[in-house]
């Protein structure tokens, strides 16, 4: 198990940041990842649009989970409609 700060930035319509809510954290639920801090950072501004969205919701979080996970949750992240951008960074060097 690997510390990692998560930050994801989801469409900032209501709905669709809940819907992607709940595939992120579902995922994380499904693969043991310990959640050890979340932040909601609310809706911001983005340096440049990303799918056709001026803005988004932000959420920063930081996580316990295996290596191996991290390749699966991009995958799965990548092909979800309601989020505009996300990464994950290793705290460990």
Known sequence: MRNYEF???FDSNEEKTQ???ALVEGAFKDAGVEITKKDDMDIRMLAYEIK???KGHY???EITADP???SEFEKKFLL????LKFLFVSKEK
Not at 80 to 83: L, V
Request: aromatic share 16%; proline share 0%; no cysteine.
């Open 7 to 9: 930050t994801i930035i």
């Open 52 to 54: 056709k969205q001026d």
């Open 19 to 21: 819907k992607g809510l």
């Open 80 to 83: 979800a409609n309601s989020i």
């Open 68 to 70: 191996a996970s991290i």
């Open 59 to 61: 959420f920063y979080y």
